[in-house]
């Protein structure tokens, strides 16, 4: 007989995601550049110059420096993981395990899954009909549910919007357990939570090096919270989590503020342009934060596989609550970009 997992773990879908060759791949939220040839370069040539036969350093000291000075904190106070997911869940297993976490619905498809393989109870809190987070509704279900950690992505994933800092903070007042404000897509929102670390030590802030650093292939994530929260995570998260590349890669693209800026700019304004596209195209398009925009049409699936005939992948989120006959797409190169807007055009012909 094999063993059988946990009734809640057995109870879980698992991370599913549609692959297909495509031309066009718009459905997992990635930087359109790679890193730039002369950076690869250095990275190898650092790479070249250390023993791979040796464990790398522990707590990446480089690359949590790098970053930290990237954050604009001291490096006690940042904690590099193997992605943020491992941030994630080394938090739920540190604060929540046994225990209630709350969180919005619908909003990162892995911090409930992740939530319940740390031992968590999981209760969610719908968006307001405008697709915003309520965080009132969320401080009001933490303390009915004496929950032990309030986890919220800003902006929220697949819908988009930010929570501002003004709701974040009536948030941490409203609500004294771990706050976690995961910001994987910090470089596109124009404001962060992270200034309130100073006057609310509950506030944990996760970023990624996947979106605006262009590194997704590198999986490598951090913590930015109090030294003792930093601390306590530190004793979940397994020594040596952050490989080698991921370490050098991530100190080198950290202390390139002004190249990650160029091309933030590059998204935010081609995001721009493509909502404005979407808007003439006759689609209900909802605002963005982040490198993705929600796109709202009458056959959403219908219009996903017009789109894949195409050579166009895009994310079918249609099945999320409150989320029918939506879909996300990321913004890409222009090229990839002009693309899409054609196809969507020509799938929306063959609808009428």
């Not at 940042?78 to 080394?90: D, P, W």
């Not at 800092?165 to 994987?184: K, M, Q, S, Y």
Request: hydrophobic letters at 45%; glycine letters at 6%.
């Amino acid at each position: 007989m094999t063993p059988q997992p946990r009734p809640e773990v057995a109870a879980l879908a698992g991370y599913r995601l549609a692959g297909a060759e495509v031309p066009v791949k718009l459905n997992q939220n990635e930087c359109p550049r790679d890193v730039p040839a002369e950076l690869k370069e250095e990275i190898l040539s650092r790479l070249r110059g250390l023993a791979w036969n040796r464990y790398p350093p522990m707590r990446a000291d480089g690359a949590r420096e790098a970053v930290a000075e990237a954050c604009g904190v001291s490096p006690d106070r940042v904690l590099l993981t193997n992605g943020s997911n491992e941030a994630i869940l080394a938090l739920m297993q540190t604060f929540a395990a046994g225990r209630t976490v709350v969180l919005p619905e619908p909003g990162y498809s892995m911090a409930a899954p992740l939530a319940v393989v740390a031992g968590a109870r999981v209760r969610p809190v719908r968006l307001r009909q405008d697709l915003r987070v309520d965080v009132d509704l969320l401080a009001r279900s933490a303390r009915e549910a004496e929950a032990a950690l309030v986890f919220l992505a800003s902006p929220n994933n697949p819908t988009g919007r930010a929570v501002t800092p003004e709701e974040v903070e009536a948030l941490l007042r409203a609500f004294h357990g771990p706050v976690v404000v995961d910001e994987a897509y910090w470089g596109f929102c124009p404001r962060s939570v992270l200034p309130l670390q100073d006057r609310y030590p509950h506030l944990v802030v996760l970023r990624t090096a996947s979106k605006a650093f262009g590194l997704a292939g590198a999986r490598v994530g951090w913590v930015v919270a109090h030294p003792e929260v930093v601390a306590q995570v530190s004793k979940v998260v397994p020594p040596y989590n952050v490989n080698l590349f991921g370490q050098v890669a991530v100190e080198v693209m950290a202390r390139r503020g002004e190249l990650v800026a160029c091309r933030v700019q590059e998204v935010v304004q081609e995001r721009e342009r493509i909502r404005d596209a979407l808007e003439d195209i006759g689609v209900q398009v909802y605002p963005s934060d982040a490198n993705f925009l929600l796109f709202r049409v009458p056959d959403a699936r219908e219009t996903f596989l017009r789109l894949l005939e195409r050579g166009v992948l895009v994310r079918d989120v249609s099945r999320y609550p409150m989320l029918e006959g939506c879909l996300r797409v990321t913004v890409g190169s222009r090229e990839d970009n002009d693309a899409f807007l054609s196809a969507l055009r020509a799938a929306r012909e063959v609808a009428v």
